[in-house]
Structures are given as C-alpha cells and as structure tokens.
C-alpha cells in the first residue's frame, strides 16, 4: 500500500552536530519527495524537495538523498541549530498526475540541546 | 513572501453543527488542497482542488464533506454535520504548478464537542 514511515520517532542531538533524518517509502510510482519541519502549532514548511530523476539534492545546511534501490530518503542538517527542533516529515507524491495528494509519514521529532 | 492564510485559527463547535473553514491561497497558485491533522499524529490528504473542481479525494473525504472557492481569493472547506472525530488541524496548502511544493498555511484547529 501506499505508506510513509520514518525510522525514528525521536532524535536527539547536540548543537553543532549533524542531524540525518531517515524515510522508507513504499510506492516505487512516486516521483516527487518533499521534507517539511513543523514546529510547534504552525503548519508544515517546506525544506526541500527531490525528484525522482535525481539522487541527492542540497540546500542552505540540508542535503536530501534519494535511494530508489531500497526506497529510502534522508535528511541531513548539518550543524543543527536550536531552531531546528522540531518534527520532520518525509511526504512523497505517488503519482505522477498534477495536483495530487501528497502521503506524509509519522515524523520525527529532532531535539537541539545547546 | 507571499503565504497561504487560514481563518479561524481555532473554532469551537457542537457535534452536529455545520462549519466553514477558510483559506486564502497564494495569489497566482492554481492548485488547492486541504489536510487534517489529528494531534500527534501525520498530516493526512483530504482533497485536492483545481480549475472549479476537485481533482482527488481520499476516503475520509466523505458526503459530509465539500470544498468551494466562492470567489478569486478564497478557498473553503465545508462539514456538514460534525462529529467528534473531526476535532484536528485542518492545513489549507496550494501550488503553483501542480507538480511542485505545496505551501501549507498556519491550520484552523477543529475542536467538536
């Protein structure tokens, strides 16, 4: 079936440190992963996204990879901040038809200690 | 930077009793969707919406809910007759090209009592 699920409910961390943030997916038709952060009593932000065609894409302190192999996706952080607590979910896109629904996974939920 | 905006943040209802939740997407996006969240748990898809009218459902989705954009700015989302269960975050989220990142507004938290 159709399912997103990340390894890890929690992950604790230190400043500083590198944070990954892991993702199974199931549907081997997605072609468009997304990361948000969501704090707390706000709506999903946008991270970062990957397409299908693509293994590993980088943004401002994030890198996302795509293993299409083991269907697996991650989020590295690097040098996590306090503000980057928060809960991180992997969603991913099972089809390739415009305007179609995005399928979230649990989060995690990624705590700073300074 | 233009946002997605949600009116109420929160609203309290009776089971039974009809709402509206509404949604200002960002201007020139042509894709509509709403999520709910229930507390704790994943952010699940409820519809998505494009040019007047709906493009995909998923089964929570039922006939007590509908889904409006009544005029060039506004996007709703209608319950018919409210259960207890419907109490969550309901996410409005549009996109500009269907195929690309979804901006999701602040939420309007549902609570049925």
């Known amino acids: 079936g159709e399912s997103v699920g990340l390894h890890l409910p929690t992950l604790s961390v230190q400043e500083g440190d590198n944070s990954i943030i892991n993702c199974a997916y199931s549907n081997s038709a997605s072609d468009y992963f997304i990361w948000y952060k969501q704090e707390s009593g706000k709506g999903p932000q946008f991270i970062i996204d990957?397409?299908?065609?693509?293994d590993k894409r980088q943004g401002q302190r994030v890198t996302v990879l795509l293993n299409k192999t083991v269907k697996h996706l991650s989020l590295q952080i690097a040098a996590t901040q306090p503000g980057d607590s928060a809960v991180y979910f992997c969603a991913e896109r099972p089809t390739n038809q415009a305007g179609t629904a995005l399928i979230f996974g649990k989060g995690t939920t990624l705590s700073v200690s300074s | 930077e233009p946002e997605v905006t949600q009116t109420p943040s929160h609203q309290v209802t009776q089971m039974g009793q009809e709402v509206i939740l509404r949604c200002v997407p960002i201007s020139n996006h042509l894709y509509f969707y709403w999520y709910r969240q229930i507390l704790g748990q994943k952010v699940e898809f409820l519809v998505s919406?494009?040019?007047?009218?709906?493009?995909?459902k998923s089964e929570i989705f039922d006939d007590q809910f509908s889904v409006e954009r009544p005029d060039g700015s506004n996007f709703t989302l209608k319950i018919r007759s409210t259960k207890l269960e419907d109490s969550a975050m309901y996410f409005c989220a549009s996109s500009a090209t269907g195929s690309g990142e979804q901006f999701f507004g602040p939420g309007t938290r549902l609570t049925v009592l």
């Open positions: 990957i397409r299908s065609n693509m």
């Open positions: 919406f494009y040019n007047n009218e709906i493009s995909e």
